[in-house]
């Protein structure tokens, strides 16, 4: 698995320049929602952490589907695969580096959060965990479907409808969990989210891994 | 000039390489692979010709545990194809028309991430790019390479896998007269290690030369 | 197709709808007319007796579907695929249904088409996630694969039903708790029982119908090859 790792991160560090496009994707969509909701100080901070949310969410389509595009091009997954290697390895590896990458994504989308909707806070370590968490729930079922609709035709529409519904408990924790260290957290109740949060990533980094066989396999 | 069968004497069927019996592969609607059943004792150079279209892609990447067969029952060195395809693929090595590679890496790099999966050590490496004649350009990414240099690579990545069974889709295809004798070297070396070689070609004259034994391929049903 | 096979293999279904449309007729004649009132909703509450065996079925079916597709990839028989199709698409129909009666409810009780209740909001992320399903079977020619990975999405889906419902409640919780009116008394029982065993024969018509249909398609996309004799008669 160390291999698959890092092969990954050689991948993505050659490939650098499609972060930062992915990034100013990801922060223009910030941007794109607070004129889509008007220049309400307050409505915006209320609601910062469901944007920064979405904001990473819909860039996750991007880097998932990024992430299998140099292993399909000349079949290279399949190339590893017959050496042989172990298809759960193959997973871990791949699903660990987009979860680097999305946590990377989202620390970076903070600072852009905090400016735009006035939504800082001193909980910097906190924060900064939650976006680990909660990446790590989109990267789990994200590699596994990125590998599955990498390999048909519809592949653009078909991750997001796949993956969205999936996620919603991990949005909705993560957003949850977010707003509390920004806004407040009177009652306490953050550590059930994290904890729901982190149950999330148990069960799918346990399941995929399981699945990722099948699903790269004819 | 077509060749004879492998013979079915029983000193012959214990060294078996390949023992296919009807196998049958199939792409939708159509089969491409039909009631294929062969043999090729170990140690030998198989040589797999037809015309474009006729199934040898489909039958090496089968062989090859890429694709699983539809119908038929077929043991690789041994080894069942479908039960026991592990222990296929840490055996088996195949030259594919898809390079198996990745573009953003440089030759270099591809090989050492094959060894590292492999689990073998990548010293290897360098004199292998050189074997292959990408000594100089070994530190460029794969991008910039042309299609007989990757196919070079490619065979860099088969060698690196130390197979017993060695399946050759179309290896003259792309390169230059003196890729031509590199793969003619590189069977010939094959065969010496014991290692079985099946090439898919439509070069028949060099390749019969090379071939103990000969299978050709219409319509993805053996003639 | 021949005909005579279709007409035996039809008639189990057929019962099962017959049944079930008789029974869910008669459930639910007396859930409208002849059960009393609800004290605090008035009529509105009568939706419950189509609404909760709805919900009760729809629940047997995601059940059945997960079953069907652990079955499939560990045996990996077609059948499993077919019953799985069939069950995916009859509990997204439900699901549909779900949400339909749910909204209908809402708008005169709570002045708005959706309250974000935690069990239905849970059915509209499950009836999200199977459409995705059985688009993902559309885009895939190859009959096993297509069924391999429609049986990995079915079960990561599926395994997330409770996933998403507790969250969902939880996320609500912080709002004013809204709940859909609880069947506590014994009249309204026995309208609700009869019209959930109707809505169970109905759903096992339609997807013992529906395999048939799958089946049928997979039975022929995986037809043998026609035998042609060649003059390769001594190599064989």
């Given amino acids: 698995m160390i291999a698959a790792l890092r092969k990954e991160l050689l991948l993505q560090w050659r490939s650098r320049a499609q972060f930062l496009a992915v990034f100013v994707f990801g922060a223009s969509s910030l941007l794109l929602f607070s004129f889509g909701i008007g220049p309400n100080a307050e409505v915006l901070r209320q609601f910062s952490a469901g944007f920064l949310w979405l904001g990473l969410l819909l860039s996750s389509t991007l880097t998932l589907a990024e992430s299998f595009h140099d292993e399909m091009e000349n079949r290279a997954l399949e190339g590893l695969l017959l050496l042989p290697s172990d298809p759960r390895a193959l997973y871990y590896g791949k699903a660990i580096a987009n979860w680097l990458q999305l946590t990377l994504l989202g620390s970076a989308l903070i600072p852009v959060m905090v400016v735009l909707y006035d939504a800082g806070t001193d909980r910097i370590v906190a924060l900064l965990g939650i976006v680990a968490l909660g990446a790590a729930g989109l990267s789990a079922p994200g590699t596994l479907y990125a590998a599955m609709t990498a390999q048909v035709r519809g592949k653009q529409t078909l991750l997001p409808l796949l993956l969205f519904p999936l996620i919603v408990p991990a949005l909705l924790a993560s957003v949850k969990a977010t707003s509390l260290v920004i806004l407040g957290d009177p009652m306490d109740s953050l550590r059930a989210w994290v904890v729901l949060l982190a149950s999330f990533d148990a069960i799918y980094w346990a399941l995929c891994g399981l699945l990722y066989g099948r699903v790269i396999e004819d | ?93 195949l030259l594919s028309h898809h390079s198996y590679l990745y573009e953003t890496l440089t030759a270099r790099e591809n090989l050492v991430v094959v060894s590292q999966h492999l689990g073998v050590g990548t010293d290897g490496v360098g004199p292998l790019l050189a074997r292959v004649g990408l000594g100089e350009r070994g530190d460029d990414a794969v991008s910039t390479f042309s299609a007989g240099m990757r196919k070079r690579l490619s065979f860099a990545r088969v060698l690196l896998q130390t197979p017993r069974l060695a399946l050759l889709d179309e290896p003259y295809a792309q390169l230059d007269p003196e890729g031509f004798d590199l793969v003619d070297d590189v069977i010939r070396e094959l065969k010496a290690d014991g290692t079985t070689v099946l090439v898919a070609t439509h070069q028949l004259e060099r390749t019969s030369r090379l071939a103990d034994n000969a299978l050709r391929l219409e319509g993805g049903r053996l003639l | 197709m021949d005909t005579a096979v279709h007409s035996r293999s039809t008639r189990t279904p057929l019962i099962f709808l017959g049944l079930g449309a008789l029974l869910f007729v008669f459930g639910s004649w007396w859930g409208l007319f002849i059960a009393p009132a609800e004290q605090y909703m008035g009529d509105v509450q009568r939706i419950m007796y189509v609404h909760v065996p709805t919900a009760w079925n729809w629940m047997l079916g995601v059940i059945f579907a997960f079953i069907c597709a652990i079955a499939y990839l560990i045996n990996g028989k077609p059948k499993w695929d077919a019953r799985m199709e069939a069950s995916v698409e009859v509990a997204s129909l439900f699901a549909l249904l779900l949400c339909i009666q749910g909204s209908v409810w809402a708008k005169p009780t709570w002045g708005v088409w959706w309250d974000w209740d935690p069990r239905l909001t849970s059915v509209a992320v499950l009836l999200f996630a199977f459409l995705g399903i059985i688009a993902l079977r559309n885009f895939v020619e190859d009959p096993v694969k297509r069924a391999v990975w429609s049986s990995v999405a079915t079960i990561i889906a599926s395994v997330d039903l409770p996933i998403v419902y507790f969250s969902v409640k939880w996320w609500n919780s912080l709002h004013q708790q809204q709940s859909t009116p609880q069947t506590v008394s014994s009249a309204f029982h026995l309208p609700l029982r009869i019209n959930a065993l109707a809505v169970l024969f109905l759903m096992t018509g339609f997807i013992m119908l529906r395999t048939r249909v799958a089946a049928a398609r997979l039975s022929e996309e995986m037809a043998p090859p026609p035998m042609v004799p060649g003059p390769a008669g001594e190599l064989a």
Wanted: glycine residues 10%; charged residues 25%; aromatic residues 8%.
């Fill in chain 2, 1 to 93: 000039m077509i060749w004879e069968v492998p013979c079915y004497a029983p000193a012959c069927m214990t060294g078996l390489a390949i023992n296919a019996e009807k196998l049958g592969r199939r792409y939708g609607r159509r089969w491409a692979l039909a009631d294929v059943t062969f043999r090729v004792p170990a140690g030998t150079v198989l040589m797999v010709s037809g015309p474009n279209g006729s199934g040898k892609s489909t039958l090496f990447r089968v062989l090859a545990t890429a694709i699983r067969p539809d119908l038929g029952k077929v043991t690789v060195l041994g080894f069942d194809l479908i039960r026991e395809r592990e222990d296929v693929r840490k055996a088996v090595a």
